[in-house]
Structure formats: C-alpha cells, structure tokens
C-alpha cells in the first residue's frame, strides 16, 4: 500500500543553518505530495505541494522538489529562523482523497 | 482555502463517558475527514463522512466506538465512545479542497482530549 517515510527527529539546529528533512514514498500511481507544519499548540497546517514529477513546491523559505526517479520529496530551507521550530508532516495524497502522513520529524531551532 | 472550527478545543473527561466533537465549515464541502492524533504521533485518518451516506472506516475504526454524522455540507461530529485513557489524542476534522483538484485538506484546529 501506500506509504511516506521521512526522517526521525528530533532535530536540532542554530538558527541561519541549512535545513533538509528527507521524506520517500511508495505509491501506485502519481500521487500528490505535501509538507504540513504544526506549530506549538496549533493546528495542522499546509506549508508547500507538489502535484506532478519535477514540480517543485515552496513558500516562506521552504521547498521542496517532486522526484519520481527517487520517489523523494525532501524538505529544504537555506536559513532557518528560530520560528520555524515546529513539527514537520510529509504526507501524499492517493486517488481516494486520502492523506497518509509520514512520523513527522520534530524541529527546535537555536537562537 | 476553507475555515474549519472545532468544539471543544480542548476536554478532561473520566473513563467510561463519551464526547462529541464539532466541526464546521465555513463552505459546503461534499467530503469531510476524522483524524486521530496520539500523543508524539502522526496522523491517522479514522474515517470519511460523506453527507447523506454512512461514514466509511479505516481498518481499526468501528462505528460503535466512533460514530460519525454528517446532517449537511458543511457540518460533522465525532463522538468518542465509552472512552479510555488510551483515547487521550487530539482530534482533528479536515475536507478536500472545494476548488482543488489536487486532492488538498485543510485542516481544523484540533481537539485536544485527555481521559483519566
């Protein structure tokens, strides 16, 4: 069936540095795929997506590119700030409008 | 994008009650989702709710424990049945983009619960 690993936090960094969070999935198909934060005490929501091989999706520094080859959707963000310290979702979407999360991986960025 | 509330935000409860949750939406939307979140854990989608159909359930879920309604377009609830300790999670409803195609949720605020 459908699935989404990505990698185990928790993570931690100073603030300006590099961030990846990888993420793979098994899917039949050509599923969507998107990257969901949850801030402290927040809800869930929708960081960045990516509908189709090559796509690349992004906001508010993050991005994140749609590869069929490696069946990978890695989080990317060149400087991270001390607000970005959230959890982080990788999940796709199958044709059954269902959502499958990944474990999240947990960020804490350092002032 | 769709508004989504939830009620109650937040709820203590003693083993052996039951609780329903609320959610509305600020938009009809024809596919309404229940999600459950376990403490330091991911997602796990409990079941779908389509309005005028019987709520279809993920392997795990049974409609004793979870019973789903759906009256309208753009209003569902949850009730967690005959609770446990083990139930202590939060909560969340979610619908498919009305406009989408691409099969993205938005999702509301959560429903935190604790059983003791």
């Known amino acids: 069936g459908n699935s989404v690993t990505q990698m185990e936090g928790p993570v931690t960094l100073s603030e300006e540095a590099f961030l990846t969070i990888n993420c793979t999935y098994t899917a039949t198909g050509y599923p969507s795929l998107f990257w969901y934060v949850q801030y402290p005490g927040e809800g869930l929501q929708l960081l960045l997506k990516a509908t189709k091989a090559d796509d690349k999706g992004s906001n508010k520094g993050f991005e994140a590119t749609y590869r069929k080859e490696t069946t990978s959707f890695h989080l990317e963000k060149g400087s991270v700030q001390v607000s970005d310290s959230a959890v982080y979702f990788c999940?796709?979407?199958?044709?059954?409008?269902?959502?499958?999360f990944g474990s999240g991986t947990r960020l804490s960025i350092r002032p | 994008s769709a508004v989504i509330s939830q009620k109650p935000s937040r709820d203590i409860c003693q083993r052996g009650t039951s609780l329903t949750i609320q959610c509305q939406v600020d938009s009809q939307v024809t596919m309404m989702f229940w999600y459950r979140q376990q403490p330091g854990q991911s997602l796990t989608l409990i079941a779908t709710a389509n309005q005028g159909s019987e709520a279809t359930y993920e392997s795990g879920f049974v409609i004793d424990k979870f019973p789903i309604s759906r009256p309208n377009l753009t209003f569902s609830t949850l009730t967690v049945s005959n609770m446990s300790p083990e139930d202590s999670s939060i909560y969340l409803c979610?619908?498919?983009?009305?406009?989408?195609?691409?099969?993205?949720?938005?999702f509301g605020p959560g429903t935190r619960l604790t059983v003791l």
């Open positions: 979610s619908v498919e983009s009305p406009s989408d195609t691409y099969n993205e949720q938005f």
């Open positions: 999940a796709l979407s199958d044709l059954a409008s269902k959502i499958i």
